[in-house]
């Protein structure tokens, strides 16, 4: 069964709504999601649109004003149809599609709220917003009820304005999640060559069974996961399990779904197709992740909630005060309105998202990418960092770290050699050694004649010498015994984690070279830092004990996960939580998503997969693994700031809702605090841009 890939639900391939784009069909639950998916920037655009809406109408409306006070349309103040004043009717024309438009998303918002009888920000807006303009429609339509209301119209769509716009900066922030899961299953091959009575088959992915043996040469994608029933390959898993060096693969071997075949020709019995395949697991887990963590509450929500029932408990009470003194119903009503709408401050739109932009700018400046306002808050609470391993603390590609010498041979003359047997080969470790033998400045000769022998290492000749390069069991079949301290030091470097492979030359043992993916230049004053910013460092890996322990103890972490399968992340995470740690996440792989997506905070490598980056909150930019402590700092700094915006934000209209219970709020006294607030915000959150990272 297909997959939505905007909403991740699974359709009926003969119901759903199709869409080829490239080489791939595509289906969709519904027409949304297929116009989503063709268009991402579509809400965004229709937001944009509700935004310049709400701001020319304030622009509008305020000029009309404006031009009135400085007595240009006499005229118009004048003109006055069967009682209403025309310049009322005109900013109440204007008005009124802004609040119920543009303002629409808002107080469908508040509705929703209101029904599963929680208090937001919508709530609070779609209050002010509305009691604005009932109070506009009242002076317009009833002067004699309402002549002192004028003003408040203008207030009421300026609250909206700057609340839009907060939400559309807060948007074009944070990209849509669906893209995450979207570039993961682009990963997955299109077409299978599958065995039909001999023959070589192309069938699309879609309609490969478990059982079918397909055919996958040398470079290219295995379609589904299976077992091999003949031939003998290396492959590299680096997509699905992140880790570097390629993998040996022989009969009875299983292989996983979109990994790439490296050398040989490889026939694989599918044993698992379509939603079971490892990486659609890896994309239910992405799913999962994302849909389980429910946004935290917004401290801005958190503050409305008590914010607003302490608002209508003061105009409740102040209500039935001018009620009962004044004996006039819209006296009392008009108070009571007054405060709603003050109470709903512009500042407060903007208050999360001008920190979180000012934040967003300051990290850009430093390679480190602040995706969405949710990671800033929950960085609040981090106590304990995860790193995956290869690739996040390592280069993710093996380096040279040891060259033996037996006999009488130098260094040069092994690492010769060596590059000389593997030049034409596609050994994990032929990389390495060709670096080392091109770093030490040598002009490698070709070998005369050159073998492969898959699994056990390369066979080549140059000058009459026979050269042999690669495990035991290559020297063991050519009868070439490894003397005892041979053994022991090939078993020394294999209990430090590295990759050790044998040189023979003319059937005598002449060196040992090894090899280990080593840690990033500043891996380890990183995780230093950390530790001096109080918080727990772990490492997460898929690979053995042996080889995490080595590299967890050259960078000073203490606590290690190793033989974590690719799915298994996220439980790892998971229980971390449970026990009540508030955790990052740190990573680069496929295999890493699903962790990322579970973390309080996801950081992803930017030299890492595009998934890991979607699904990662804060993406560093640099290769720099420092950024990490600069990106917890970064974070912290704006969500002080979010802090401080917000209590200049409601403090303001907090010391004018006395005013306006006791009838003395002025619409001129009221627009000057939401102006006054509204620049503080804005220039206290420009302010970050001082922070020293
Ligand atoms: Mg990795």
């Given amino acids: 069964m297909p997959r939505d890939p905007v909403c991740g639900m699974v359709v009926d391939a003969d119901k759903a709504i199709k869409r080829k784009i490239g080489d791939r069909t595509y289906h969709f639950c519904s027409e949304t999601c297929a116009r989503t998916y063709e268009q991402p920037e579509r809400e965004l655009k229709a937001m944009r649109r509700r935004v310049t809406m709400a701001l020319l109408g304030v622009v509008s409306v305020a000029t009309l004003r404006v031009m009135a006070m400085l007595g240009l349309t006499v005229a118009i103040m004048a003109l006055k149809i069967v009682g209403i004043s025309a310049l009322d009717l005109a900013l109440f024309v204007v008005s009124t599609p802004i609040v119920w438009i543009a303002g629409w998303g808002i107080h469908h918002g508040a509705y929703k709220a209101l029904k ?193 029932p302490a608002v209508f408990t003061v105009a409740a009470i102040a209500f039935s005060y001018w009620l009962i003194s004044s004996g006039n119903f819209s006296t009392a009503f008009l108070v009571l309105l007054s405060i709603l709408l003050i109470a709903c401050p512009c500042a407060l739109g903007i208050a999360t998202p001008t920190a979180i932009l000012a934040g967003v700018g300051k990290g850009a400046e430093y390679g480190v990418l602040l995706r969405g306002g949710e990671y800033v808050e929950n960085v609040r609470k981090l106590n304990t960092v995860v790193f995956d391993k290869t690739g996040t603390l390592t280069k993710g590609e093996p380096s040279v770290t040891d060259i033996l010498t037996f006999e009488s041979y130098k260094e040069n003359e092994v690492l010769e050699f060596v590059a000389v047997a593997e030049k034409g080969s596609e050994h994990p470790l032929a990389e390495a050694v060709l670096k080392a033998a091109s770093k030490a400045g040598f002009n490698i000769p070709d070998a005369e004649t050159f073998e492969a022998v898959p699994g056990h290492g390369v066979k080549a000749s140059l000058r009459d010498h026979v050269i042999l390069f690669g495990n035991r069991r290559l020297m063991e079949e050519n009868k070439i015994s490894l003397k005892g301290s041979t053994e022991s030091h090939l078993t020394k470097l294999e209990e430090q984690g590295k990759t050790a492979m044998l040189l ?181 959150s420009a302010t970050l841009k001082l922070l020293k990272l």
Avoid at 598 to 624: F, H, P, R, Y
Avoid at 674 to 679: E, G, I, N, T, W
């Fill in 116 to 308: 599963n009888r929680a208090i937001n920000m919508d709530v609070l807006i779609t209050t002010g917003v509305l009691a604005g303009w009932g109070y506009g429609a009242v002076s317009t339509f009833f002067p004699a009820l309402g002549s002192e209301g004028y003003g408040y119209l203008e207030i009421a769509i300026a609250i909206l304005a700057f609340v839009l716009l907060g939400k559309f900066i807060e948007e074009t922030i944070r990209r849509r999640s669906a893209a995450a899961i979207r570039k993961l299953l682009k990963l997955q091959p299109t077409i299978a060559r599958v065995l039909k009575d001999g023959q070589e088959v192309e069938v699309s992915i879609d309609d490969v069974q478990v059982g079918d043996i397909f055919v996958v040469k040398p470079g290219e994608k295995i379609p589904t996961d299976g077992v091999v029933v003949s031939g003998l390959s290396s492959v590299d898993e680096k997509i699905i399990t992140g880790e570097s060096i390629p993998v040996e693969k022989n009969v009875g071997n299983e292989v996983i779904g979109a990994t790439i075949n490296k050398t040989g020709l490889l026939k694989v019995k599918a044993t698992k197709v379509g939603e079971d395949t490892a990486l659609m697991q890896i994309v239910h887990l992405v799913e999962e992740a994302q849909s389980a963590n429910a946004p935290v509450q917004k401290l801005a929500d958190r503050v409305v909630g008590y914010f607003v």
């Fill in 504 to 684: 023979a030359i003319d059937g005598k043992i002449a060196g040992i070279v090894a090899a280990m993916d080593t840690p990033k230049d500043n891996a380890a004053e990183a995780i230093k830092q950390l530790k001096n910013m109080g918080l727990e460092v772990a490492m997460l890996t898929g690979d053995n004990e042996r080889t995490a322990k080595a590299i967890a103890n050259q960078l000073g972490i203490d606590t290690v996960i190793a033989n974590v399968l690719p799915w298994e992340k996220v439980n790892v995470i998971k229980k971390l939580q449970s026990e009540g740690k508030v955790v990052a996440m740190v990573g680069d792989g496929v295999n890493d998503a699903p962790a990322l997506a579970q973390a309080q905070v996801g950081i992803a490598i930017g030299s890492g997969t595009d998934i890991a980056k979607e699904t990662g909150g804060i993406v560093l930019i640099k290769d720099d693994l420092r950024d990490v402590a600069r990106g917890i700092i970064l974070s912290k700094a704006t969500m002080r700031k979010i802090k401080q915006n917000l209590f200049w934000a409601f403090i303001y209209n907090t010391v004018s809702i006395p005013v306006a219970a006791v009838g003395l709020l002025n619409p001129i006294i009221a627009a000057g605090a939401m102006a006054f607030s509204s620049l503080f915000v804005v220039s206290n």
